[in-house]
């Protein structure tokens, strides 16, 4: 068993955050947004035979298996793809790390499969575009499918009344991580030269993996010293076939879970399609637009790393559903602000806003389904269902957000529409009952 409160643990535990959020910040948000637009205006501008200011930026396309289509949409929908794919796997997966009590060694798995697709992302070509999709594709279902393992720690290492703190410890070290690295690219690319730029997905790959290596010191192997049989699989299946009856007999969990679902589809799909969103929405100066999108990226993690320990603190006066909701109607009034901003100085307050509610969402988010969990020692197999919420509902805003793009021909109503998710969320954060009742069956 592991002793809940065990500093060095905990300690252990949040390095995880920091190893990974790189991921989020320099592939996801910022480097590698900013470079797949650079490297697609560039070709198609090749490709038609003029100059970049001679064409808007709604005019580009690339070949995608003989479709001429959008990059922006062409990368919501590779993002929702991965999503479907970790969807998938996170259910069956951790019913099996359930049953072998291993959930350590599918943790460590994904965290190189990951890290090793992201240095792949070095080989990025736009004349192979496929090729070079299925490799952002694959880095994502690494990092995501890492995460369910990673969080179903959370219960195990944290005593009750400490797991918003800690939960928001782990954020905080990402956000702070993340920020160093993206630093050190930035200082790399600016001052040796753009071409370097490739330079940054394999620095994330290798930061991700060595200090990850903290955390796996630290987690035990196989902390309620299970021992499963030969045909572990089939095991695996019927022991994710039991946490599933055991989590459809609870209220207060379940009603949590669909909340979740659509207010984490919002914050999911804003955080990994906001750079797409204002290089094509915002009217920067020539010249001056990868700067500005740089310095709003640098701004809303500074801030998310306030508001992360700023709502773990409000949680502790008013409650986590509470500061949910509080959370939640803020992220409408930022959806319905996006749809109306044109200028960089309107960008970077909208950016501050996002950074103060993006990490206390979750962080709150997180440690409120931990809190809600039940006896139990099948924490991955009960944060799969947390995880396919997640994945589930990023591939349904992404998706959205790209659908609403293609038919409007405008991503501004995009962003607005991404307010539908958040009023949904708020709705059923009102139908969670103060305890948990359990159905009897």
Same mark, same amino acid.
């Given at each position: 068993m592991i002793a809940k409160g065990d500093e060095k643990v905990i300690k252990g535990w949040v390095m995880y955050d920091w190893a990974n959020s790189v991921y989020s910040l320099v592939i996801s948000s910022a480097i590698f947004p900013i470079f797949y637009e650079a490297q697609t205006k560039a070709a198609y501008s090749e490709k038609i035979g003029l100059p970049a200011d001679q064409f808007e930026a709604?005019?580009?396309?690339?070949?995608?298996?003989?479709?001429?289509?959008?990059?922006?949409?062409?990368?919501?929908?590779?993002?929702?793809?991965?999503?479907?794919?970790?969807?998938?796997?996170?259910?069956?997966?951790?019913?099996i790390a359930d049953y072998t009590g291993n959930k350590k060694a599918f943790l460590k798995f994904f965290c190189y499969f990951g890290a090793f697709f992201c240095c792949t992302l070095f080989l990025f070509d736009t004349k192979h575009m496929e090729l070079s999709m299925l490799t952002v594709m694959l880095?994502?279902?690494?990092?995501?499918?890492?995460?369910?393992?990673?969080n179903a720690f959370l219960p195990e290492i944290a005593p009750l009344e400490e797991q918003d703190d800690i939960s928001a410890r782990g954020f905080i070290m990402g956000y702070i991580g993340s920020i160093i690295l993206l630093v050190i690219c930035l200082a790399m690319i600016m001052g040796i030269g753009a071409h370097l730029t490739k330079y940054s997905f394999i620095l994330v790959g290798l930061w991700w993996v060595v200090f990850a290596q903290r955390t796996y010191r630290v987690l035990p192997n196989n902390p309620y010293k299970k021992k499963p049989d030969a045909d572990y699989i089939w095991k695996g299946?019927?022991?994710?076939?039991?946490?599933?009856?055991?989590?459809? @007999? !609870?209220?207060? /969990?379940?009603?949590?879970?669909? =909340?979740?679902?659509?207010?984490?589809s919002?914050? @999911? !799909?804003?955080? /990994?399609?906001?750079?797409?969103? =204002?290089?094509?929405a915002i009217e920067w100066p020539e010249g001056e637009g990868t700067t500005g999108l740089i310095i709003a990226i640098l701004l809303i993690q500074i801030v998310a790393a306030f508001g992360a320990k700023l709502m773990s603190k409000i949680s502790l006066k008013i409650g986590n559903i509470s500061t949910l909701k509080l959370s939640v109607s803020f992220w409408i009034v930022l959806c319905v602000g996006a749809y109306v901003i044109t200028?960089?100085?309107?960008?970077?307050?909208?950016?501050?806003?996002?950074?103060?509610v993006m990490g206390g969402i979750q962080s709150i988010a997180r440690s409120t389904y931990s809190k809600y969990l039940p006896e139990t020692t099948d924490h991955a197999s009960y944060f799969s269902f947390y995880d396919v919420s997640e994945k589930i509902g990023i591939v349904l805003g992404t998706a959205f957000f790209a659908f609403t793009e293609y038919y409007f021909d405008d991503?501004?109503?995009?962003?607005?529409?991404?307010?539908?998710?958040?009023?949904?969320g708020l709705f059923y954060l009102f139908k969670i009952p103060r305890e948990e009742k359990i159905i009897m069956t």
């Open positions: 709604n005019d580009v396309t690339v070949d995608f298996f003989g479709y001429n289509v959008s990059p922006s949409v062409l990368y919501s929908l590779i993002i929702s793809i991965s999503f479907l794919f970790v969807s998938f796997l996170s259910p069956i997966l951790s019913g880095a994502s279902i690494g990092f995501w499918c890492s995460l369910v393992f990673y299946f019927r022991e994710l076939k039991i946490v599933y009856s055991e989590f459809m @007999q !609870t209220t207060r /969990l379940k009603k949590y879970l669909y =909340a979740f679902f659509f207010f984490n919002g914050v @999911q !799909t804003v955080m /990994l399609l906001a750079t797409i969103f =204002a290089s094509k200028k960089p100085v309107e960008f970077y307050i909208m950016a501050a806003g996002v950074g103060l991503i501004r109503y995009s962003v607005i529409s991404i307010a539908i998710f958040f009023i949904i």
